[in-house]
């Protein structure tokens, strides 16, 4: 990783949700790849906004896979955030135009971020993704460096579509509170109702692509140290080829964007007063699990939970959900504990 670094030649290391080994795909020239035909195998990094994605190809890359030896690393409880007033004022006056916005009828939801420095802690930053990788082992934990796109990390609990042959399987993710040990989480109608509309929204636009479509039940779903609700949604593809059309119709998904999508897109550009660049794009194996060496798998994840890194300074990147009932000192809260996620490991 520090020779690719040092080199600026693109690489991704990530290790799966539950996986017990870390796959590294490292392009062995300074090129810079955008995926253009999504037939090839490689790796993608695509942005929120845009259709540039960043893209590692097969053949032009050298694949290590090894497996996580066990360390014991309990990560730190952070020390309190210091709170920026100004920016926390910032957010709570998106957050309050989110809710106008809402109340009009033209938006069911949306989703507001930000995002925040911190310095790291140690100087190795391959120190802090073996951090990741110990504290997370139910995340996608990735590093991805691109000369286009500069270091990324994170370790992302939510799945935007995993693709064998023709079935798929994606996820429909919402509500946070923060996580209690030994006790159940409770959630509120308002929180149940934010979720169903996701599910319902994900079955809608996936029934032109695709036949059988099954969910499971909601469930209480744990991503460090807090919890979503989470449906499991899988389906047939009509066709194999239909592969692009599913990913640019489940992405941005609702859990980072809003719905309507395409309005709540340009809501979202217009009114955060920030470039979210990689943040809520998404990332992962295309065509291939790197792995085991099996064609025509995808694997890909939103980039959730995340930063991006330059010298000793980590930019952490965190939104949430906005309905009418959202309160915004409450929300901007919940950034704070989601920011955690990122803080722990630095
Ligand atoms: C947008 C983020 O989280 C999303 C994923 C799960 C639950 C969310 C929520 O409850 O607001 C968010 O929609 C983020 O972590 O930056």
């Keep these: 990783m520090q020779n690719q670094l040092q080199e600026q030649r693109p690489f991704a290391v990530y290790s799966k949700p539950g996986s017990a080994t870390v796959t590294g795909i490292f392009q062995t020239n300074i090129e810079e790849y955008y995926l253009t035909d999504f037939t090839k ?3 993608v990094f695509a942005p929120f906004e845009g259709d540039k994605y960043l893209f590692i190809p097969m053949q032009e890359s050298d694949v290590i896979t090894v497996t996580i030896e066990a360390n014991g690393f309990a990560p730190a409880e952070p020390q309190p955030v210091a709170i920026n007033p100004e920016s926390k004022l910032g957010f709570e006056d998106l957050v309050a135009r989110c809710v106008t916005a809402i109340k009009t009828g033209a938006f069911g939801k949306l989703v507001a971020s930000r995002s925040e420095m911190a310095q790291l802690s140690v100087t190795d930053i391959t120190k802090v993704y073996q951090n990741l990788l110990y504290a997370y082992p139910n995340a996608f934990k990735y590093m991805f460096f691109h000369p286009a796109s500069g270091l990324w990390m994170g370790a992302t609990p939510e799945q935007l579509l ?3 042959n023709h079935t798929i399987h994606t996820v429909a993710l919402a509500g946070t509170q923060l996580y209690k040990e030994d006790e159940e989480a409770v959630w509120e109608n308002k929180e149940k109702e934010e979720q169903q509309f996701v599910t319902d929204f994900i079955l809608n636009e996936l029934k032109d692509y695709t036949n059988q479509i099954t969910t499971t039940q909601p469930y209480t779903f744990r991503a460090g140290n807090i919890v979503h609700i989470k449906t499991d949604i899988s389906a047939e593809l009509k066709e194999a080829s239909l592969l692009k059309e ?21 809501f979202i550009l217009d009114n955060e007063d920030y470039n979210r660049e990689y943040y809520s794009g998404f990332l992962g194996e295309l065509n291939r699990d790197f792995a085991t060496g099996k064609q025509a798998q995808t694997d ?7 930063m991006k890194i330059n010298g000793n300074v980590a930019q952490l990147f965190i939104g949430c959900g906005i309905t009418k009932d959202s309160n915004p000192e409450k929300e901007f809260i919940e950034t704070v504990n989601k920011s955690m996620t990122m803080r722990r490991v630095l």
Excluded: D, I, S
């Excluded at 990913?247 to 709540?264: E, N």
């Excluded at 890909?300 to 995340?306: G, I």
């Design 41 to 43: 195998q490689g790796f």
């Design 162 to 164: 995993k693709a064998q």
């Design 246 to 266: 599913v990913l640019q119709t489940l992405h941005p998904t609702p859990a980072v964007c809003g719905l309507p999508k395409t309005k709540a897109k340009q």
């Design 300 to 306: 890909l994840f939103v980039n959730l939970r995340c």
